[in-house]
């Protein structure tokens, strides 16, 4: 270091010596010639041309390494303008002078800047004694030959060689391997900066373009600009991987149409570049057949063509494609393999987030147009999260948190106790739940949601709901409106056909009992005579009787009617035919807005019985359970149906409401025929279903629950082989 | 042509009535004649002798109702006394308002029976 300071503060002493007495490069032809050692820079050329494929990064290195060898210097360099062209940055060093990479000179004031401004190469001895600043840098210069390099038309910067004592001084071989190795160094400066340039461009595309055939044209545009290609071209493969679509095109054609635009995979030297995922690079494009018409080729120059294919995760799903009137360099299809790895991803990316961004589309709009929206469900922290759809159903806005209470506040009063049912239950057993309640907006008017919803547990055993909300009024509306119109008109249709029934009942009943009482008056008449009509009131005496019968007669047949001609005995699963009725009734039984809960043993043994007549008791309890439970608003409208096995072997069937119920004196009367509680009943379900398990060899009861409600129960003894007709026997 | 002012037809498709009430019309002091069907009786000669016609409403074929129409075509007015099993009081007034006499539902006691009659007769 003392050294340094010395020196320097020698130089400041100094007079400043001219530029001219400080160059010397004439002496280079008067020394003495080293023989050329063709071997040794053959294999030193081609180190590097190696080195730039393997690591094209530190080819500037290798090059001042190569220099620093072949001239036997001391220390080696290359010095590259920067950006502004202000200041040469000292890119490479090798040798003794390494520990300065990245320093640098002035552009305007340096033997560098001299070399530029002279073009030619140019030997220094002792520079500092001009360029003052240089006796800071050591070991300090005895001889520096520097040669300028240019890339097209540019000057870019100066390769040097230097001797730091008088042990070496360079002669005319230097000057000629110096001069190949700035030749070279231009090379390979122009094909790493395309290089480079054209990767930028390619992850620039990536980066800002938002369509990928955008991307895709400013990377065929890239290739062109930079690595002077005459047509470069892409193209992808359809979903289906059996065609390639061209997707970008620039240079001659810009098109994407014509005769190219679509290429099956396996033809032509691109489908063949897909279907083989190897690349194909060619100089002699005028004898390729597969490659394009030889005339065009001809007539447009063109001498080489590079095709590579765009490979991601071991699959081809395109093809790069540039031709060109020179010869495709070595760098070039270097820099077309890197890219065509980038562009690969690009494309695979753009497809994934187009896929994303179209399924997320799809998806929002189908719940747009559905009016159905998402929602899950943290039960143990009450997270909620709702779709956008849920929010505009619920009409919250956005932003606002999603809580239990909040849905509290939009819920519709009366089925609010509903909500929690549901809620709670879900919490206890985690089990799916699907159920329909109604929104009371701020404008009064009211919305009728269907909810359906699944319970997951995640690894740590913690219950999530993921469920679906859908906006169901429209369709509600209509129903209930139909229903309306259905149960008017079954309640019509009822009172009309039982109306029929009673006046044939008594048009048929009617018919012998007058018969009896004109006889009877005439009888009576015939005896009050004097003298009586003996004979006469006989014979009216007999018709009575026979007209007594005929009465008689009538009720047998009307029993007959309803008894056992109709009555089919199948061995049937009791759960099945419940089943059966719950499809039939479950509009109705949502319409009542009942929660029906369903408890069927598993272990039930078959019966025997009539399946029709089974579920029209079942049904008529259901309904009935229904019913008595439409006023009930302060607590849910639970309704349990369950089946279980009876002790011995029958099965028994339990419909349990949590409705008006019933006084327990009253228990006799509910089955009498014509008795109702209800303002539209008509008071024969009972009897007739009562009468129907009796026929089953059954037994049907009702009981008042401890809470609100009532329980019907029945039981039929299993494998009863004979249904009798009982039905009608009891009024 | 001398009417037989006496003579009560009944037209019933109920054979217990065709029996009973012949009998009963002959204790009042009526000569009796009865009908299974309105065809039946539009076929005998007993239409232009027929004081008062006691007529079934129901019937397969042509129903009271429209032989009280058809009679009333030809110009036969004969008192009608209804009697039907149908207990449908919308009836009543039907037929009352298209000339009937009256209307009595089945069973009917031998009162109302006599009280129609005579309404019959004093008509005409």
């Known amino acids: ?731 | 042509m001398m009417v037989n002012r006496s003579l009560v037809s009944v037209v019933d498709d109920d054979e217990s009535v065709r029996e009973s009430l012949p009998d009963l019309l002959r204790e009042f002091g009526f000569a009796a004649q009865a009908f299974a069907s309105a065809e039946e009786f539009l076929a005998s000669d007993c239409v232009g002798q027929t004081g008062c016609l006691i007529l079934d409403i129901a019937m397969p074929g042509m129903s009271g109702l429209d032989l009280q129409q058809e009679l009333s075509l030809r110009r036969q007015e004969i008192p009608i006394v209804f009697i039907t099993a149908v207990a449908d009081e919308t009836v009543r007034p039907r037929v009352l308002e298209r000339g009937a006499v009256e209307c009595l539902f089945k069973p009917f006691s031998e009162t109302a029976l006599l009280g129609a009659l005579k309404v019959a007769f004093r008509v005409n």
Request: glycine content about 8%.
């Open chain 1, 1 to 731: 270091m003392s050294r340094i300071s010395d020196l320097h503060q020698d130089v400041a002493d100094l007079e400043v010596a001219d530029l001219e007495s400080v160059i010397s490069t004439r002496e280079l032809s008067l020394r003495p010639t080293r023989p050329p050692d063709h071997a040794s820079e053959n294999r030193a050329l081609v180190a590097l041309v190696e080195a730039m494929t393997a690591s094209p990064d530190d080819i500037l290195q290798k090059l001042a390494e190569t220099a620093l060898d072949l001239c036997r210097a001391h220390s080696a360099g290359l010095s590259l303008l920067d950006g502004d062209r202000k200041r040469f940055r000292w890119a490479a060093i090798a040798g003794r002078w390494t520990p300065h990479l990245g320093g640098g000179t002035p552009r305007g004031f340096g033997p560098c800047g001299t070399v530029l401004d002279c073009n030619i190469p140019l030997l220094f001895s002792r520079p500092e004694r001009h360029f003052k600043y240089l006796a800071a840098v050591a070991p300090y210069i005895e001889e520096g030959l520097l040669l300028p390099f240019y890339v097209g038309g540019q000057a870019i910067g100066t390769i040097w060689v230097i001797a730091h004592d008088q042990s070496r001084s360079f002669d005319a071989e230097d000057l000629r391997v110096m001069t190949n190795l700035s030749h070279f160094a231009a090379a390979v400066y122009a094909a790493r900066t395309r290089q480079v340039a054209v990767q930028a461009d390619v992850h620039s595309a990536l980066a800002t373009e938002n369509s990928l055939r955008g991307i895709l044209q400013a990377c065929t545009e890239s290739v062109v600009r930079h690595l002077d290609a005459a047509l470069a071209r892409i193209w992808v493969i359809t979903k289906d991987k059996r065609v390639l679509e061209l997707q970008a095109s620039a240079g001659m054609y810009t098109h994407l149409d014509g005769a190219h635009s679509r290429v099956p995979v396996g033809h032509l030297r691109i489908g063949l570049i897909v279907q083989e995922r190897t690349p194909y690079v060619t100089n002699d494009v005028v004898n390729d057949p597969l490659l394009s018409d030889s005339d065009w080729a001809r007539d447009e120059g063109m001498v080489a063509f590079a095709g590579y294919p765009l490979v991601v995760g071991g699959q081809a799903i395109g093809v790069l494609t540039m031709f060109s009137r020179k010869p495709i360099s070595r760098a070039t299809t270097e820099t077309l393999s890197t890219i065509a790895g980038t562009i690969a991803q690009g494309i695979r990316r753009a497809q994934g987030e187009a896929a994303l961004r179209r399924s997320e589309a799809f998806l929002a709009e189908g719940q747009r147009l559905s009016l159905t929206g998402t929602f899950s469900w943290r039960v143990a922290t009450d997270e909620i999260m709702w779709s956008e759809q849920v929010y505009r159903i619920f009409e919250f806005d956005q932003s606002v948190p999603v809580t239990l209470e909040l849905i509290g506040t939009r819920v519709h009063p009366e089925d609010l106790p509903l909500m929690y049912e549901i809620i709670d239950r879900a919490r206890g057993d985690g089990s799916d739940f699907e159920y329909e309640h109604r929104l009371q907006m701020p404008d009064q008017s009211v919305k009728y949601l269907h909810i359906v919803a699944h319970g997951t547990r995640d690894q740590d055993g913690r219950l999530e709901y993921i469920g679906a909300v859908q906006d169901v009024t429209q369709a509600r509306l209509s129903e209930e409106a139909l229903g309306k119109a259905r149960s008017e008109l079954a309640h019509v249709a009822r009172v009309t056909s039982l109306g029929v029934l009673t006046a044939s009942i008594a048009h048929e009943v009617n018919q012998p009992v007058s018969g009896i009482v004109i006889n009877a008056s005439t009888c009576l008449r015939m005896l009050a005579t004097d003298p009586p009509n003996v004979d006469g009131a006989r014979e009216t005496a007999r018709r009575m009787i026979r007209d007594a019968h005929r009465a008689s007669d009538v009720i047998t047949r009307l029993r007959g009617l309803f008894g056992k001609k109709d009555a089919r005995t199948d061995s049937l699963d009791l759960n099945e035919v419940a089943r059966g009725v719950i499809a039939m009734s479950m509009i109705e039984l949502q319409r009542s807005r009942v929660i029906l809960r369903l408890e069927l043993a598993d272990d039930l043994p078959p019966v025997t019985g009539d399946r029709v007549q089974l579920q029209q008791v079942i049904l008529n309890l259901l309904l009935n359970a229904a019913d008595a439970m439409s006023g009930v608003d302060d607590r849910p409208r639970q309704l349990v149906l369950r089946t279980e096995r009876d002790e011995g072997d029958g099965v028994r069937l339990i419909v349990q409401d949590a409705g008006v119920g019933f006084e327990p004196q009253c228990v006799d009367r509910l089955f009498e025929a014509f008795h109702t509680t209800k303002p539209g009943g008509m008071g024969i379900g009972l009897s007739v279903s009562r009468s129907i398990i009796e026929s089953h060899h059954g037994r049907l009861w009702a009981a008042p629950n401890d809470g609100p409600g009532a329980t019907f129960s029945f039981v039929i003894p299993r494998g009863a082989d004979s249904v009798t007709a009982h039905v009608m026997s009891n009024p």
